[in-house]
Structure formats: C-alpha cells, structure tokens
C-alpha cells in the first residue's frame, strides 16, 4: 500500500531531478559556447556562412508572414478605430503593435520553426553520422567549429528578421489602410512618426529579439548536441527544440514586457 | 621493435555493464595490427581508449610513451594530430566537397597558403584513385568511394597511427578488395602504424601482420595471421569459418521456446 502510493512520488521526484541536471547541464553547454567562441570572431566568415543559412534562407517566411500579419492589422485596427472616429491612428497601432510585440515575438516563434529546427536537425544528424566524433578525432572542437558560429549567426540574424519583420508589417498595414480603404496617407505617417518613440518602442523591440534569439539558438544548438544518435531521437529533439523555443519565447516576451513598459 | 600503442590491464564499463576486461595488447611501430570479435565485443571501445574519447577504469593505455588518461584536452588534441582514424560508414561532413573534405585538417592545423592545400590534397585524392571526384559531394559518392574518400583524409597530416573501425562494413567484394590493399599500402608508404578493427576475416588476414581476438571483453587469442588460420581454438575457428555451431550460440539466451509458448518441455 505504502510502496502504491510512494511510486508516483518517487517518479515526480526523479523527473524534477533529470528537469534540475538537464538545466544545469544545458547551461554549462551554454557557457562552454560563450567560452569557446574565439574561432568564430576569429574566423568570422563562417559566422556568415551561418547567418545566410540562419537569416537569409529565412526571408521568404519572414516577408511574407509579415506582410499579412501587418494587412490584418490594418483591416482590424480600421474597423474598430472607425468607430471611434479616429481611422487615421491606424498607422500608429499598426506600427505600434509591431515594433513592441508581433515583429519580434512571431518573427522569433518562425525562426524557431524554420532555422531553431534546422540546426537541431542538423547537429543531430551530424552526431548519428559520427561526424562530430570525427571532428573530435582530427583535434577540432566541434564546440568552436560547429556550435559557436551557429550560435553567433542566429544570434546576428534574429533582430535583423525581426525589423524586418516590422517593416513590411508596416507596409502591409498602409496597403489595406491607405491604398485600399482609403485613409489619408499624410495621417497616417505623421501620426505613427509622433506615436513611435526610438528607445522605448523600436530599441525595446530590438532588445526583445536579442534576448529571443539567444534563447531560442541555444535551445536548438543544445538540443541537438545533446540528442540521441538515433532518427527517433533526432526526431524528438527537432519536436522539443520547437516547443521549448515557443514557449520561452512566449515567457520570456512576458517579463521583457513587464519589465520595459511598467509606467510607460 | 618499438611499440607505439601499449595497452596494460585496462578494464572499463559503461557505468556498471563491463565492456573491456583486463585487455594487454601492443601495437609495433610500422605494423598493420588487426582486433577481431564478434560485434558488441569491445572492439570500438578500445579504439575510443587508443584516441582518448574514453578513459579506462583500470589500467593504462599508453601512445607514443604517454598514457592517454593524463593528457588534458591540449595534450590530447595534440596528440590526435598524428591520428588519423577512418570511421565505419566515412562520418565525411555532409556539407562538404570531396575535396574540402580532404583538405579539412590542413586548413583547421596548418598556415599552409591555399595554394599548397590544394596541392596536397590532390595527392591524397590521388593516392585513394578519386582526384577526378575532387567536386562531388558526400550525398554523391558510393559507399566505397565514401569509405576511399573518408581514408584520404585520415592520411591528410601523415599520421603516425591510423585507426580504422570497420572499414570493410557493407562495401561490394571490388570495393572490399581495393580499401584493403590502401589500408596496407597507405600503411607502408607513410611510415604509419595500423589498428584495423574488424569482423572480416578473410580480408583482413590478407593484409595485417598480426590479429588480436577478443571475444566478451577479453583477449582470447593472438598471432600472425597464419597462426589464427591454423587455430583449433573452437572460438577463432567458428569465427574464422564462419560456421553455426560452435561456442556462440545461435540462439540468444532466454527463456525456452517451449516455456514461451504454453507448452510442456522446454529448452534454451
């Protein structure tokens, strides 16, 4: 009777044990990258092998998510600030809704989904292929060789992705808002130029997609470093890589929020 | 004759399941050495002690005079400089060309201009017969090519000690026949020493010039490859020849079929 009940406490406790050493392993892995990462501001042209794999194969997704996301906004904010009487202040909650929140938050929950996976996949593959075992063999640190560059072109990529992100958000927005509904295009620039403001709106934002794309790099690059080397455990990496990444976004999104816009 | 490799009493387990039980071996400078057994035997995991990726939980295992175990990470990368190891199935980095391949070590060790590299590449191309696939990549070579390849830059910084863990795994007889005679040739013209890890017999008693078997974590017999031909040890034999009955069982141990399947009598 006492042995039935103690097994689920028993299984609890070993799982917050593995939840503890997982974390403080994956965090030595994190110091060990920062420590290493000699080879890629020395060799800095495979940071930029990795911020066009990272970065520019990420564009297409980029651009075109934040064009509808910004005509969405356009048509939304429109329909309910025409109400109100004040259609042309559409701009500012396009611009706004973008530079504080959606550009940085979407722009990193599809970086996680398309270049966080990527790597995790990647690195996997490499360690069920024996390649890093093999860059061990021949006296490279796969930790330099590999990780680091990974790490520093993600790291370079996401807020570029995110401002991106931004402006054709904005851009979308005009669309619906000026050249199809009609809103008076002067209104429209003027009032977001006198809403937005550089340090607390748009260097916010670009400090939320720094902090992203830390996360989110280093999620995936541990992720697949650590996994199995098998296509299971590949698999299930590139599963976790996502869902972990998304939801630290999400979390982290809330306590950057909280902590740059209390009294603003 | 100088050993490069000595192996004293060195004993591990992968936490607490024993791997390696108390193996001596010695590798001689210049020779081709093979380590035969069945898979599971250990044999991957002394090549991993010999490289220094594992430590031992008893015993020493010394290259070149220094026991792998007390190298930190700078000595032991040091060390793997003048290593070269060919991996099963190549491990050759799948985001590279033939020729980058090749050319990997000298560009990560050496401030050899690029010019050079080249040059040395093709010659270690060259020496594998694939100069002429120098653009192709991984994803287009076959696994002989890959394995050819994958051994070309093994020799890239003419190594002193060659490690090849199962070079002869799923390659067609033509393919077999042509790593062999580079495993020796290579061997000889380097000036290199050899630990070729094995489960094929036939081939690799062509080209080494002494065996280890191991079966379970032990060393169960050695010699040239004319003594373990000759061997009436019902182990090496079954082994050699490849026949069904012998000491290894067929059959995995379990419970009987019998017992298995609901029915009277049983047997293992």
Same mark, same amino acid.
Request: hydrophobic share 40%; glycine share 10%; proline share 16%.
């Given at each position: 009777m006492l042995d039935r009940l103690a097994a689920p406490l028993r299984r609890l406790g070993r799982q917050c044990i593995n939840a503890v050493w997982r974390l403080g392993y994956a965090s030595r892995f994190f110091l060990f990258v920062l420590m290493r990462s000699g080879t890629s501001f020395r060799r800095f042209q495979l940071v930029i092998k990795e911020i066009y794999f990272a970065g520019v194969l990420s564009l297409i997704i980029i651009i075109v998510s934040g064009l509808f996301v910004g005509m969405v906004l356009g048509l939304q904010g429109y329909e309910t600030l025409q109400k109100y009487g004040s259609a042309e202040a559409v701009g500012t909650l396009v611009a706004l809704s973008l530079t504080r929140e959606l550009g940085p938050v979407v722009a990193a929950l599809l970086f996680a989904s398309r270049a966080g996976s990527a790597m995790t996949a990647e690195i996997g593959l490499m360690k069920a292929t024996e390649q890093i075992s093999a860059m061990e063999m021949m006296a490279v640190d796969p930790i330099a060789r590999v990780v680091g560059p990974r790490f520093w072109g993600g790291l370079i990529s996401m807020p570029l992705l995110a401002a991106m992100f931004s402006a054709v958000g904005v851009f979308g927005g005009y669309l619906i808002a000026v050249v199809l509904i009609g809103v008076d295009e002067g209104a429209f620039w003027s009032q977001m130029q006198n809403a937005v403001d550089y340090r607390d709106d748009i260097l916010n934002g670009v400090i939320k997609s720094v902090v992203f794309g830390v996360a989110v790099t280093a999620i995936a690059l541990f992720e697949g470093y650590d996994a199995p080397p098998t296509a299971e455990g590949v698999s299930r990496a590139t599963t976790r890589t996502v869902v972990t990444s998304s939801l630290a976004i999400l979390g982290l999104d809330f306590v950057l929020t909280a902590l740059m816009f209390r009294g603003a | 004759m100088e050993n490069l490799v000595e192996i004293k009493d060195v004993s591990f387990a992968y936490e607490v399941r024993?791997?390696?039980?108390g193996i001596n071996m010695v590798v001689p400078r210049g020779k081709v050495v093979s380590i035969m057994g069945?898979?599971?035997?250990g044999k991957t995991t002394l090549l991993r002690l010999i490289g220094g990726s594992l430590k031992p939980t008893r015993g020493e295992v010394r290259v070149a005079g220094r026991a792998?175990?007390?190298?930190n990470q700078e000595e032991l990368y040091a060390m793997r400089r003048k290593m070269g190891m060919l991996f099963q199935f190549g491990a050759l980095f799948t985001d590279m060309s033939t020729f980058d391949n090749v050319a990997f070590q000298m560009r990560e060790h050496t401030d050899l201009p690029e010019s050079m590299i080249r040059d040395l590449t093709l010659m270690k191309l060259d020496a594998v017969g694939l100069r002429g696939a120098q653009? #192709?990549?991984?994803?287009? #070579?076959s696994g002989g090519m890959a394995r050819r390849v994958a051994l070309a830059r093994a020799v890239a910084l003419d190594p002193m000690l060659i490690m090849y863990d199962e070079?002869?795994?799923?390659?067609?007889p033509i393919s077999l026949s042509v790593i062999g005679d580079l495993i020796r040739h290579l061997n000889d013209a380097l000036g290199a020493t050899s630990i070729v890890v094995t489960h094929d017999v036939q081939e690799s008693l062509k080209i080494v010039d002494y065996v280890y078997f191991m079966s379970e974590g032990v060393v169960v017999t050695h010699g040239t490859s004319e003594d373990i031909r000759n061997s009436k040890a019902p182990f090496v034999h079954q082994f050699v020849w490849g026949?069904?009955?012998?000491?290894?069982?067929f059959h995995y141990s379990g419970a009987g079929i019998a017992q298995e399947l609901g029915l009277g009598s049983s047997h293992a």
């Open positions: - | 024993p791997v390696l039980k069945l898979s599971g035997c792998t175990h007390e190298l653009h #192709l990549m991984p994803s287009e #070579l070079p002869f795994a799923g390659l067609d026949e069904m009955d012998g000491p290894v069982p």
